[in-house]
């Protein structure tokens, strides 16, 4: 059988660290297009959007959510292999619980276009890191 990918030869910390670039570049174009949308924009402006009242501590979190697949980006080249991989697996399965989650809240149809790409990325990453065994 033949396979898309051969991922047997491939630098692991490179990967885990594109793989993040890719899904924080989704998070953010996501969040953009939501700036487009007439709709949203208007709840936004008033500060309250899909019945959640938009706070400074409601910001704080976003960015703390916003800022751990951006630190992978680095973390993911700089760890020891054993650290890299439990802290992608945590970090991982954070932000596809978190995705899962956002969808509970309502979405439009860009942003199930959006979170599906991110779901299966940040899962590929939990999975991928789950198997990453040390070279002995």
């Known amino acids: 059988m033949t396979h898309l990918f051969d991922l047997s030869n491939i630098d692991r910390k490179a990967l885990f660290s594109t793989l993040w670039i890719f899904v924080t570049l989704n998070y953010l174009y996501c969040d953009l297009m939501g700036l487009m ?16 009242y938009i706070s400074e501590d409601f910001l704080l979190m976003a960015a703390l959510l916003m800022e751990l ?6 973390l993911s080249r700089i760890l020891t292999q054993k650290l890299n991989r439990w802290v992608n697996i945590f ?4 932000k596809t619980a978190v995705m899962i989650l956002t969808l509970l809240i309502g979405f439009t149809s860009y942003y199930l276009f959006f979170a599906t790409i991110e779901i ?5 990453i939990v999975i991928y890191a789950w198997h990453w065994r040390e070279v002995q």
């Open 91 to 94: 970090a991982g399965t954070i």
């Open 120 to 124: 299966s990325t940040t899962t590929f």
């Open 37 to 52: 949308d007439v709709n949203m924009l208007k709840q936004y402006l008033t500060g309250t959007v899909e019945g959640m």
């Open 69 to 74: 697949p951006m630190a992978m980006i680095v």
